[in-house]
């Protein structure tokens, strides 16, 4: 479209129609935002030259503004007309010879907005060019406005407010905004502190004269206050401040150390807060409502710096989002009102040994591939007590990874009245030890693999728990750690419903006890050492024994075992009701003395080589009372023992041996 086309349409639309200049015609085509000389008739042939000396590329305006434009001819400049955006504003005034001035009120325009002016020159002959185009930036608001970078202190008083803000204002000192301050931001705009020079921000308004930061145009979005590394934590604090009307974060926080207090977070096109690193000295007292996102997004590390009695509503996604990340210092995970949604792996372990504390009524909500590790190569500790508030940790939507208790895991860890549900994920277990910990009044539950797996551990306390509804064991632990599992447990509707026992040499006295699922023996279990251990059997329990397993007692150094029913049966058997589905109970030399059979049921030995269901070498443990039944070779074999067979049958109901064998095989003494 030619100048005379743009003039002629920008003033149809306002209701009028400029003449054509006197001294001639002239065609001009518009190359971008430049106007190129076409043709110009007339002996002159020489267009005038024309550019903009006041304003600049990149100024911003506001009010009524004078636009200065220098014109100069081979002979004469007619007429200079002055366009904004394509659109003809009028002509300029001759205030000398070729200086030309317009006067441009630009209150009409949007504030924060970008546009282009140019010039065209005319001579006698027609002739006409136009000047380059001037891209700026319009704010026409009464107040204080600031752009580029503050080098030095400053403070915004609310005498000279408002106060706007354009682009990336970058904050390398230190800006004190009194209370009762409004800063409006243009869009996309934002206040960053401390990206390069050490900055900061002291923004202490009053509870009932507020610090507002906002957008200056209504509909559109600004991006935040930015605070960065090397922000001074000393002087980065937000007291009783209104943020809203932002997108991406309101508040961003990255490696910075600040102070928000008493202030409210509101109406965000994004995430109310984000934030990575070292964050808060301190965030008690906050509101975070009407963001779309979440309203906090926090690293691990984070979320031990969020305070207490901050109110997270009516935001799109009601969680607290925690990305995962190593806890290197201690930190408590507040209650917040809402979930934890956590989307990465969290590791609990440094120099310092963190310690991860979740505070009761607290839910935490995983996705599936997401591990929570406590003492991986450092030491670290968690606690979780729900005493008053059960703590729930279960997947986000489906399965997750599972607790993780590494070598270095302090002996504190604790997890008491907490919910464990939907973890096991990766086909091992929910709870995964290789140290020990406590756990008391927690239900593991829904398990995608086993409830609990231990390698080479046992528990400091174990009672009082519930494991229930996983695909396989609710427990998988070695001999000698079974007694440290305490009373009050209950394992039932499990894949495999029984605690799953790997053989290992028992040193120290155990209580093996009834949690209302029976005992797997997988391999030999030894109980003997010079510290000549007791293995008790509570009444009610079940030991069940793979092919090949047993126990053998005393063989390896002094032992005893103790089995007293007390009126409820405890069995000993075999995977299968089949004689010879296991080895049976061998008392060695340094097996015998004080060790008790009493009220047992003893069935379907006698395999893998062994001679009876008891055997008994060189001791006379006290055997009475008990059923022994379907052996594959004798019921009872004594070698070199000084029991005597007719009083272990008068006291012991002994049947369904093999036919070829007697109930009871005797050596002699």
């Known amino acids: 479209m030619g100048i005379e086309q743009k003039v002629n349409s920008a003033e149809e639309q306002n209701g009028v129609r400029a003449e054509t200049p006197k001294f001639g015609f002239c065609v001009v085509l518009l190359v971008g935002l430049v106007a190129v000389f076409v043709f110009c008739p007339g002996p002159d042939k020489t267009p005038p030259k024309v550019r903009i000396g006041f304003l600049e590329a990149g100024d911003t305006v506001s009010g009524v503004v004078t636009v200065t434009i220098y014109a100069t001819d081979n002979r004469r400049v007619e007429q200079v007309d002055f366009l904004v955006d394509d659109s003809l504003q009028g002509e300029a005034t001759r205030v000398r010879d070729s200086v030309f001035e317009f006067v441009w009120d630009v209150s009409g325009l949007v504030a924060g907005s970008e546009h282009t002016i140019f010039a065209v020159g005319y001579d006698r002959a027609g002739n006409c060019d136009s000047s380059e185009a001037v891209e700026l930036i319009t704010y026409p608001w009464s107040g204080t406005h600031h752009q580029g970078t503050v080098g030095t202190d400053q403070v915004w008083t609310a005498a000279q407010g408002p106060h706007y803000v354009y682009g990336d204002l970058m904050v390398e000192a230190v800006v004190t905004i009194e209370p009762g301050v409004e800063v409006r931001l243009a869009p996309d705009a934002r206040i960053v502190v401390g990206s390069r020079d050490g900055g900061g921000l002291r923004a202490q308004g009053e509870a009932r004269n507020p610090i507002r930061f906002l957008s200056a145009v209504a509909g559109e979005r600004w991006q935040g206050l930015w605070f960065m590394n090397n922000a001074r934590s000393a002087d980065c604090i937000l007291k009783n401040c209104i943020i809203e009307e932002g997108k991406g974060a309101l508040l961003t926080v990255n490696n910075a150390?600040?102070?928000?207090?008493?202030?409210?977070?509101?109406?965000?096109?994004?995430?109310?807060?984000?934030?990575?690193?070292?964050?808060?000295?301190?965030?008690?007292?906050?509101?975070?409502?009407?963001?779309?996102?979440?309203?906090?997004?926090?690293?691990?590390?984070?979320?031990?710096?969020?305070?207490?009695?901050?109110t997270l509503i009516n935001n799109g996604s009601n969680f607290v989002q925690i990305r995962g990340g190593d806890v290197l210092v201690s930190g408590i995970w507040g209650n917040q009102g809402v979930p934890y949604f956590v989307t990465g792996t969290v590791t609990v372990a440094g120099d310092s040994s963190p310690i991860l504390t979740i505070a009761p009524g607290c839910s935490l909500l995983f996705a599936d591939s997401v591990r929570l590790r406590v003492g991986t190569g450092k030491p670290g500790r968690l606690v979780a007590d729900g005493t008053y508030g059960a703590i729930t940790f279960t997947g986000f939507n489906g399965y997750w990874q599972g607790f993780e208790f590494w070598n270095a895991t302090q002996s504190q860890t604790l997890l008491k009245s907490c919910i464990v549900d939907r973890a096991g994920r990766n086909g091992v277990a929910a709870i995964i030890g290789y140290a020990p910990i406590n756990i008391v009044g927690t239900r593991v539950t829904n398990s995608a693999s086993a409830g609990i797996y231990l390698f080479n551990c046992g528990f400091y306390q174990f009672g009082f728990n519930t494991i229930t509804g996983c695909a396989l064991t609710p427990l998988r632990i070695e001999a000698p750690y079974v007694g440290s599992l305490g009373s009050g447990n209950l394992f039932y509707d499990n894949g495999q419903d029984y605690i799953d026992?790997?053989?290992?040499?028992?040193?120290?006295?155990?209580?093996?006890?009834?949690?209302?699922?029976?005992?797997?023996?997988?391999?030999?279990?030894?109980?003997?050492?010079?510290?000549?251990?007791?293995?008790?059997?509570?009444?009610?329990?079940?030991?069940i024994f793979a092919a090949n397993s047993g126990l053998r007692i005393g063989e390896v150094g002094p032992?005893?075992?103790?089995?007293?029913?007390?009126?409820?049966?405890?069995?000993?058997?075999?995977?299968?009701?089949?004689?010879?589905?296991?080895?049976?109970?061998?008392?060695?030399?340094?097996?015998?003395?004080?060790?008790?059979?009493?009220?047992?049921?003893?069935?379907?030995?006698?395999?893998?080589?062994?001679?009876?269901?008891?055997?008994?070498?060189?001791?006379?443990?006290s055997i009475i009372n008990n059923e022994i039944a379907y052996s594959a070779k004798y019921c009872i074999a004594l070698f070199n023992s000084p029991l005597d067979p007719d009083f272990l049958r008068r006291n012991n109901w002994l049947h369904d041996w093999n036919e070829e064998c007697d109930d009871i095989y005797d050596s002699g003494p």
């Open 559 to 621: 032992g005893k075992l103790v089995a007293i029913g007390e009126g409820d049966s405890i069995v000993f058997t075999g995977d299968s009701a089949k004689p010879g589905a296991w080895r049976g109970i061998d008392f060695g030399p340094l097996g015998g003395q004080g060790s008790i059979l009493d009220r047992c049921r003893i069935v379907y030995g006698s395999g893998g080589g062994a001679m009876g269901i008891v055997t008994v070498r060189s001791c006379s443990p």
């Open 257 to 310: 150390r600040i102070k928000v207090e008493n202030c409210s977070l509101r109406n965000c096109a994004g995430d109310g807060v984000f934030a990575q690193g070292r964050a808060f000295a301190r965030f008690n007292n906050n509101v975070i409502t009407g963001c779309s996102g979440f309203p906090m997004v926090v690293d691990a590390s984070v979320a031990g710096t969020v305070g207490d009695n901050n």
């Open 501 to 543: 026992v790997v053989a290992g040499a028992i040193t120290n006295d155990e209580v093996w006890l009834n949690h209302q699922a029976p005992y797997r023996i997988n391999g030999i279990v030894e109980v003997g050492s010079s510290f000549s251990p007791m293995l008790s059997i509570g009444p009610g329990v079940t030991l």
